[in-house]
């Protein structure tokens, strides 16, 4: 199935879930990251839970602290 | 409107000239407050083109002293300003670039018993600060007061910044929720950061406050800037004010509560 993360295309395999997408994607820490699916951000707790499904649009949105 | 100087009409020129700008839009940065927390490396560039802006009063909050490994990016201080309180370096050249305006020192690190008061008086707000603690505790004070505010945060090569109007876009807390876990996420210190992207960030921040001054445009409500230097690219990411968000939600927050106070509640 296809899928969008970050504005790129990608193809994979099967149906997974939240957490198996940030193992796939080598997202060591998901604390340090917000997921956000068609627009909507997906609680933490239901990572686990949420299935990604064919021409989701997925956004990994990263913590910046820098500023001094 | 006020009536401005020959002096005035020729410093503002090219603003005058610009269309969503014009005279009356200068009038409005003229009659201006921001308060720009932090006068680090987004710091600096904001209070540089405020000031030469022309908005009427400027306050910085920094409770630090220009240090040598600052000089790389922070770009209101120079060398001859090593040991000196950053806020009175930035308001040294702010007021060389633009004598008109008022500069508001703050010489303090902003937290829960200082922060109300002092985004009170103005109109809008710049974070500046390196820190997450710092940037939800802003988050969270500019919601309380329904005060506007950029936020912004940089790191090696990149940056990403939004602009929040309280209880109308989403906050800062709708995106990221609470602050990561402590030492998760490199800071500058840590991983550093190339100089210049501090100014490609500071400029956006100025711009967005003058935006929302003037009233020129569509400021970055409800989405997320955030550019690669790498590759140049630069995104922006939709999104919605989170009806459950922990800050501006139905329940939202009734009080300002240091971030570290939080995190050692919870273990209690």
Do not use: W
Request: net charge negative; proline share 4%.
């Amino acid at each position: 199935m296809n899928i969008k993360i970050n504005g790129e295309n990608r193809e994979i395999e099967k149906e997974i879930t939240i957490t198996e997408l940030l193992v796939l994607e080598k997202v060591k820490m998901p604390e340090t990251v917000s997921v956000q699916v068609n627009d909507e951000f997906i609680d933490q707790d239901s990572y686990e839970n949420t299935k990604i499904k064919d021409g989701d649009d997925i956004n990994f949105l990263y913590f910046m602290g820098g500023g001094a | 409107m006020r009536d401005f100087s020959d002096e005035e009409l020729e410093r503002y020129s090219r603003h005058i000239i610009l269309e969503d700008v014009g005279i009356e839009g200068q009038d409005k940065i003229m009659d201006s407050k921001i308060l720009i927390i932090g006068a680090g490396g987004l710091g600096s560039p904001v209070a540089l083109y405020l000031a030469a802006a022309g908005v009427g009063e400027i306050g910085i909050v920094d409770g630090d002293v220009v240090d040598l490994s600052n000089l790389q990016r922070q770009v209101i201080h120079a060398t001859k300003d090593i040991g000196v309180p950053k806020c009175e370096s930035a308001r040294a050249k702010m007021i060389a670039i633009n004598p008109h305006i008022k500069v508001n020192t703050y010489k303090k690190f902003v937290d829960a018993s200082n922060l109300l008061e002092l985004v009170s008086g103005y109109d809008f707000i710049i974070d500046g600060t390196d820190n997450f603690s710092a940037k939800f505790l802003i988050n969270d004070a500019c919601v309380l007061a329904n005060k506007p505010y950029s936020h912004g945060g940089i790191l090696r090569f990149g940056g990403q910044t939004m602009t929040i109007k309280p209880n109308e876009s989403a906050c800062y807390a709708c995106v990221f929720d609470r602050p990561p876990p402590k030492d998760a996420v490199p800071t500058c210190s840590s991983a550093g950061i190339l100089g210049a992207i501090a100014g490609m960030l500071g400029t956006i921040q100025a711009t967005e406050a003058l935006k929302y001054i003037v009233g020129a445009g569509q400021p970055l409500y409800n989405s997320l800037l955030s550019f690669d230097a790498k590759t140049m690219n630069f995104r922006k990411i939709n999104f919605k004010k989170n009806p459950k968000c922990r800050v501006c939600g139905g329940e939202g927050i009734k009080e300002l509560k240091d971030y570290e106070a939080v995190v050692c509640e919870s273990k209690i």
